[in-house]
């Protein structure tokens, strides 16, 4: 999946920020690219960027109207449809994190067909991929990986992306979730692959590069959850990563969804190593990424400084200390890839 | 995917046995399902059971018809649709291993709708799972691992069924793969599964059971499979085994499509108990299945003598010397599960 640039940001008519969090998330990483918003009466998100109407959108060069609101019921309203058709009749492709298939809504698969234009669903995958090879393929790469789902693997990885590029590295996020394809222009959402195709699909996101190059590749789930550690597995497979952080929330007990508790993460350490090894043998933890959002500065610091030692690791939380020991561990172990002081 | 048996067994007109191998499989595990073949004229391949027309199966009880042949090109060529057409007309159901769905032919959708019959394409799911909660679930199950994929976790478990019922055993199979499903007349396609789903899709073909009643799940690829080890990741998870049995086959080098080394028994042992007991803290392994088939008797003889030494386990080809070291085992590690003498 390929998304043109730039964006128009469709808010619809949803009634609070969290309906809106999937946009939120891509005007954060990408500004560049929410050229503008469009959002209907009675809307209660605000991106902060200038309103538009489809026309000047379309004249100040969007490519792509992007829905990335979550609809309530999951039917498309029938005032959300007619504002997809005009965008597709303006010129403009649409790309949506809903539920429903775009093309499922006779009146917007006409539109696209008359017009030419294209429908990405990021929740679903139309790509047809090869199953994995696991053969050692050039360029460097990073994994986040976590003790759960939903522990900062997206958010770590779009702040290494920031931090090492601005200490010279070349180095590119590679989504592997829905919010994530829409933050790259292309990725595919690895839990909707089918199960056959989970390393292969990871191979063809993060394709053979220049030696010296980073892929920073967004990790799902845990290898210790009983609901997706064989998305977790095939994704380690298939990123053959370099280097991997582990991401942690420590005031968690059980893990998402089950009745599980969380591993330690020596135990992650340990597994993603066994694990990762068979595609490559040279696979070391490089960092700890730690949210520490429930726990007071001191707490945090506290909590970081613990894990660090304990694992002999740079420990940080990206949000609120940045992710600088992260880098300088990275340039530390590769060297080779080069980075300005 | 529930199929009605019994099977009228379609062999189209296959030019030889290997394009009806999953038909032979079918008639070996399940002969008295398989009341009848329909064979078109040049078929190569012969079930050895009776031929009948369609009006003759139907009369004889039929409920479905079952294409267990690949077709050469993927497209389902035009004398095959028009009997599977009349099949439909008859009052058949038709399942289908093909890769194109049934319901993509225009004219085979059609004599579906019109006659109310169903066609199930074991190949693709149409089923709706949850995501696996990995919670333990009443009875006992058994799942077969390997060193790699095609090393005989299928016929293990459908051999297993037979010798353990011989033994007065409550035991089932369950599949996980295209031609199990046939057998079994009910399971799924796991590797078709979306990857966010492989355990709880694991969950629904093996439910709750009584206390004594053997699950016995078939394994698909192997943990060290680069390509597939997701899927057995996940599969692993939602099967949830009390037991399982390694299988393997001892003249293979690397792992099939592609250049890895085959992993030894001791490491697929390990490797499982280790991934195993996330949801089942009880696994363990009770035996070792292996190929012989490359060997002579007094090679395969002293092959299996020296397995079963190396791991302190029964080894067996379940084909050249049946199961039933494997089955002792199993009734010395779940006594109350009974079993007659």
């Known amino acids: ?47 902060d960027i200038p309103d538009l109407t489809l026309a000047e959108a379309v004249e100040r060069g969007c490519r792509t109207m992007v829905i ?3 609809n309530a019921g999951g039917v498309l309203p029938d005032h959300w449809v007619a504002e997809i058709v005009a965008a597709l009749e303006a010129g403009l492709d649409v790309a949506s994190g809903l539920h429903v ?16 234009r294209r429908l990405h669903d990021v929740r679903h995958t139309t790509e047809s991929f090869a199953t994995g090879k696991g053969t050692k393929r050039p360029g460097l790469r990073l994994l986040t990986v976590g003790t759960d789902c939903s522990v900062g693997k997206k958010y770590t990885v779009l702040a290494l992306e920031r931090g090492m590029r601005a200490r010279g590295l070349d180095a590119e996020f590679r989504a592997t979730g829905q919010t994530g394809v829409f933050i790259s222009g292309r990725g595919a959402a690895i839990d909707a692959v089918v199960a056959d195709f989970i390393s292969g699909a990871v191979e063809w996101i993060s394709p053979a590069a220049d030696p010296n190059h980073w892929d920073l590749i967004e990790g799902q789930g845990s290898l210790f959850h009983p609901s997706f550690a064989g998305v977790s597995l095939g994704l380690l497979h298939g990123a053959q990563p370099d280097a991997f952080v582990v991401c942690h929330e420590p ?36 960092g700890i990424a730690v949210n520490t959002q429930a726990l007071s500065e001191d707490e945090a610091r506290r ?39």
Chains 1, 2 share one sequence.
């Open 101 to 116: 298939r775009l093309g499922s809504v006779p009146a917007i698969a006409a539109a696209a067909k008359a017009r030419g």
């Open 303 to 341: 909590t970081l400084d613990a894990i660090a030692a304990e694992h002999d690791l740079p420990a940080t939380d990206p949000v609120r200390f940045g992710v600088d020991g992260l880098v300088d561990r990275l340039v530390a172990e590769f060297p080779a890839a080069g980075a300005s002081a």
């Open 251 to 286: 005031t968690r007990t059980t893990m998402r969804g089950v009745e599980h508790p969380l591993p330690t993460i020596a135990a992650v350490i340990d597994m993603t190593i066994r694990l990762g090894r068979l595609t490559n043998p040279g696979i070391r933890p490089v």
């Open 1 to 47: 999946m390929q998304i043109d640039t730039p964006y128009l940001m469709f808010l619809g008519d949803v009634p609070d920020h969290l309906a809106a969090k999937t946009a939120y998330g891509i005007a954060d990483w990408r500004p560049d690219w929410c050229v503008g918003q469009l959002r209907l009466p009675g809307c209660a998100a605000d991106l």
């Open 68 to 70: 990335g609101v979550v």
